[in-house]
């Protein structure tokens, strides 16, 4: 498999707004085909997207969008990118369909072609029959969506979702995630999806950023991260524990004993858990419970938020 | 909910250059003013002026007409530099009530539902955004002021028996540049007021007031100090004597005649820059907390 280029990097980026560094020497590379974007409220997502935009000047180090500059190139950037703001922000007097048109046109689509992909947006994200409607009339549900409809209408490159999710019922917030998953699987759009809920970018990311206090806390591969965590098992025996542990590192296992017959274990790729049956009947140690654990994005989020200010917890290409 | 599933596509048609994006929105800023019925009602009134100017260009050149209309009457019609005055300045206090009414509509819109940041994210600048509002509310203002009072002048040429374009270009030229300093202030007042008040029926008020309200202001310090500076604040009575001026009509007005024109004319770039200062505050992706 190729490398891909890089959607998002960030060098050495400071963002100060008035006397307040929001941003403060990002660096990395973000080259996920969904890149989550995580972080507690205050941590600088929304002025990392801004900046992403273009609307905020970096005042040291530089951040660039599919390979342009962020602020230099910002009329270009926004060009090939659809944005979904988190709150409100739309006009609501005018017709959905003509909403989104307007919007299509403002990224360069002739009038014409603008129309024909407004009501093709509106369809795909299940706006089609309430397209004339005004949008001030919409449900908060049809107002994501509509946001999302005008951020697809022009056929962007990137797509950026602030908080696509927000105030939405289970059943709407489940077709936003199938929709961002359809998009994703598509392949032509890329997304930065930045949510305070680990559940949807656990559900639509490969790669997640993850700011404290206007740092890198973390920057993982998510599937990455999780196949590398997928052998690690806890055991709990009873009877001969420390002549177990011992035969169970011959097979090539990281093994550590606790009391009570607490084993925790890391097992290579070529050793089956069945092996691990095999040499407890052998030595007449019962498992009597087994626990093969992996790291969710709550984990990768905990630590990160654990970690020391500024020193990013695992950073994987 | 539509019936059929549908399937994401991507853009792969043209794109029109980055320069036609503020017509976009000059585009959509007509609409949006021409499609209320009031703005269709206030233009139609603005016509019957320029109705009643087109019968006196009628009659002044038509001597039978005029001695059959206007046999009692001992006064001559004449079509000169105060007549085009006085279509100016009647078209151009039209074109503030439609000002009060249109640059609302093109600006609390978009405030109040907070469409700034998505519009804003799009390939245009907070100046293309503004520079295209500004072409919307000015050629609906230019099509009440200047472009009538202009017609209003080749017809005059048309109809007068004697040469008379040639010896009277000079009042063409002063009648376009005092529309469009008009047209121009008003557009740029009108979108600063209304971008700082979210509330249309405010926002006209609001420039009304702007308008009126420092001529009392100005009638203060006049009494005040003793001085005829004051007047400066007096929008209407400084660009009645700016007219006058550029048409070389005779002054009429003589509290006004004190006032040198390159005051008044820095009055109004002082203000326009205050417009700018207040837009450029307002008009903004992201409120900016500083601090």
Known sequence: MGVIDPVIGFDGLEVRLGARTVLNGLTGELRGNAIGLLGPNGAGKSTLINTLLGFHSPSKGTAHVLGLDAYRDRARIRGAVGYMPENDSFIGNMTGVHFVRYMAELSGLPSAAALERAHEALFYVGLGEVRYRKVNSYSLGMKQLIKLAQALAHGPKLLILDEPTNGMDPIARQRMIQLVKDIRKEGSVRLLISSHLLRDIDETCDEVLILKDGRVAALCNIEAERRSNRSFMELETVGATEKFSVSVRGLGCECASFPDGRIKLVIPENIEVRDLYVIASEQGVQIRRMNQRRDSLEDIFLRAMESEAGRPTHVSA | ?291
Not at chain 2, 234 to 257: D, Y
């Open chain 2, 1 to 291: 909910m539509s019936v059929h599933k549908n399937t994401y596509r991507a853009y792969t048609g043209p794109v029109t250059p980055l320069w036609m994006r503020v017509f976009v929105l000059a585009r959509y800023g007509f609409a949006e003013a021409w499609s209320s019925k009031i703005t269709i009602t206030l233009f139609t009134l603005s016509l019957l002026p320029v109705i009643v100017f087109l019968v006196g260009i009628y009659l002044a050149n038509n001597p039978i007409a005029q001695s059959l209309i206007l046999k009692n009457s001992h006064r001559m019609l004449t079509v000169d530099a105060s007549f085009f005055l006085g279509a100016l300045q009647m078209q151009s206090w039209i074109a503030l009530v439609l000002t009060a009414w249109i640059t609302p509509r093109l600006i609390s819109f978009d405030l109040a539902d907070n469409a700034l940041p998505i519009l804003l994210s799009h390939p245009i600048s907070r100046f293309g955004y503004l520079f295209g509002k500004f072409i919307a509310i000015f050629g609906s203002l230019s099509v009440v002021t200047w472009v009538p009072c202009l017609l209003l002048f080749v017809y005059q040429c048309y109809a007068s028996t004697q040469p008379w374009a040639a010896a009277n270009l000079s009042i063409a030229a002063g009648m376009f540049v005092g529309a469009i300093i008009w047209i121009g202030f008003l557009s740029i007042l009108g979108l600063a007021l209304s971008s700082w008040v979210k509330w249309r029926v405010v926002a006209t008020a609001v420039i009304f007031g702007a308008v009126f309200v420092p001529a009392g202001v100005g009638a203060i310090v006049n009494a005040v100090l003793r001085t005829q500076w004051g007047l400066l604040l007096n929008i209407p009575v400084t660009m009645s004597v700016l007219w006058q001026r550029l048409l070389g009509a005779p002054e009429f007005l003589r509290r006004g005649s004190s006032l040198p024109t390159t005051a008044i004319v820095a009055v109004l770039v002082l203000a326009c820059l205050l417009c700018l200062a207040m837009l450029n505050a307002r008009i903004r992706a992201r409120e900016v907390v500083r601090g």
